[in-house]
């Protein structure tokens, strides 16, 4: 009997793995660069456009781009428009219209208050004193009159205004004997002027001390306009010195300096005036269609009629 533990076992067969050698992994992986590079380029060309849709000449079509207000404002050289917030504003009172609207200056009794409207439970907006004057344009209403106050319409009672000045009571301190001597301070004339008294005939006492001073000082100056036509020449409250050249300036200069002295209430010269009431500084006017009516051949004054102090 055949020993078994000589009994060979059947073999088992050898396993297999394949393996790549070096020059066949070299081979292969440039191979694989050249794939993983023309995927980096069909994806480059179709975002290119290089479609398919588009090499057969189909059209597709492409959204507007969004405008850019701002960067258009820049390359053209503009800056983006922006929304004015002046024409929510009314406009300021216009000089000239302000100036049409007056018709004349009364004077207050006694402290006067001025009211936003015509009525007494309206807002005091401000306070004229006694002897001051308020400018007035004619209309009234219920016991009210209308005035022009810093260039707005304003309101006051209609019968504490008076077109006299009020008497003011003389200083104890000062007596009667003294009185004329302060008249002619200021070296400003009172004698009659060397051209004639003929401009004097129906002016106010301010408006003949006007032009005797003006004729002492400008002597060169001989045509002189008094009492015409209507409002304050009709008055005697306005006198025309009639002068188109620059030597007006000086006229001008000289009532302004000495305007308490003569009771100058206000001034038009050029197409401008002064009324120091209103505003401290010469303000244009509107265009009145000649030279006289713009005042450029004559300066025109316009006094408080017995107000002057020298």
Same mark, same amino acid.
């Given at each position: 009997?055949?020993?078994?533990?000589? !009994?060979?076992?059947?073999?088992?067969?050898?396993?297999?793995?394949?393996?790549?050698?070096?020059?066949?992994?070299?081979?292969?992986?440039?191979?694989?660069?050249?794939?993983?590079?023309?995927?980096?380029?069909?994806?480059?060309?179709?975002?290119?456009?290089?479609?398919?849709?588009?090499?057969?000449?189909?059209?597709?079509?492409?959204?507007?781009?969004?405008?850019?207000?701002?960067?258009?404002?820049?390359?053209?050289?503009?800056?983006?428009?922006?929304?004015?917030?002046?024409?929510?504003?009314?406009?300021?009172?216009?000089?000239?219209?302000?100036?049409?609207?007056?018709?004349?200056?009364?004077?207050?009794?006694?402290?006067?208050?001025?009211?936003?409207?015509?009525?007494?439970?309206?807002?005091?907006?401000?306070?004229?004193?006694?002897?001051?004057?308020?400018?007035?344009?004619?209309?009234?209403?219920?016991?009210?009159?209308?005035?022009?106050? !810093?260039?707005?319409?304003?309101?006051?009672?209609?019968?504490?205004?008076?077109?006299?000045?009020?008497?003011?009571?003389?200083?104890?301190?000062?007596?009667?004997?003294?009185?004329?001597?302060?008249?002619?301070?200021?070296?400003?004339?009172?004698?009659?002027?060397?051209?004639?008294?003929?401009?004097?005939?129906?002016?106010?006492?301010?408006?003949? !001390?006007?032009?005797?001073?003006?004729?002492? !000082?400008?002597?060169?100056?001989?045509?002189?306009?008094?009492?015409?036509?209507?409002?304050?020449?009709?008055?005697?409250?306005?006198?025309?010195?009639?002068?188109?050249?620059?030597?007006?300036?000086?006229?001008?200069?000289?009532?302004?300096?000495?305007?308490?002295?003569?009771?100058?209430?206000?001034?038009?010269?050029?197409?401008?005036?002064?009324?120091?009431?209103?505003?401290?500084?010469?303000?244009?006017?509107?265009?009145?269609?000649?030279?006289?009516?713009?005042?450029?051949?004559?300066?025109?004054?316009?006094?408080?009629?017995?107000?002057?102090?020298?």
């Amino acid at each position: 009997m055949a020993d078994s533990r000589h !009994k060979h076992a059947a073999p088992r067969p050898a396993r297999r793995t394949l393996r790549t050698s070096r020059s066949a992994r070299a081979a292969v992986l440039p191979l694989a660069g050249l794939l993983a590079i023309g995927g980096v380029v069909g994806v480059a060309a179709a975002q290119e456009g290089g479609s398919p849709a588009a090499e057969a000449g189909a059209t597709i079509p492409q959204q507007p781009p969004k405008k850019d207000v701002f960067a258009a404002s820049v390359s053209s050289g503009q800056a983006p428009a922006t929304v004015s917030r002046s024409a929510e504003r009314p406009p300021l009172p216009n000089a000239a219209a302000v100036e049409d609207k007056i018709k004349g200056e009364l004077y207050a009794k006694s402290d006067l208050d001025i009211h936003a409207a015509a009525k007494k439970s309206s807002p005091v907006l401000a306070e004229v004193e006694s002897g001051d004057t308020v400018e007035v344009t004619g209309k009234r209403s219920d016991g009210w009159a209308e005035i022009m106050h !810093k260039g707005l319409p304003r309101w006051v009672d209609a019968s504490s205004i008076t077109t006299q000045k009020p008497v003011e009571e003389t200083s104890p301190e000062t007596s009667d004997d003294e009185a004329p001597e302060a008249a002619t301070s200021g070296g400003l004339s009172t004698a009659p002027c060397a051209a004639g008294s003929g401009p004097e005939s129906g002016l106010q006492p301010d408006t003949i !001390k006007v032009y005797r001073a003006v004729c002492a !000082k400008f002597p060169s100056i001989v045509s002189y306009g008094g009492v015409a036509g209507r409002g304050e020449h009709g008055t005697g409250q306005a006198l025309d010195i009639m002068i188109s050249s620059d030597l007006g300036n000086q006229v001008a200069a000289f009532l302004q300096q000495n305007r308490t002295a003569l009771g100058v209430d206000y001034l038009i010269w050029r197409q401008r005036i002064w009324r120091p009431a209103t505003s401290p500084d010469w303000r244009g006017m509107s265009d009145r269609g000649s030279p006289t009516a713009n005042h450029m051949d004559h300066v025109h004054v316009t006094t408080y009629g017995n107000a002057a102090t020298g």
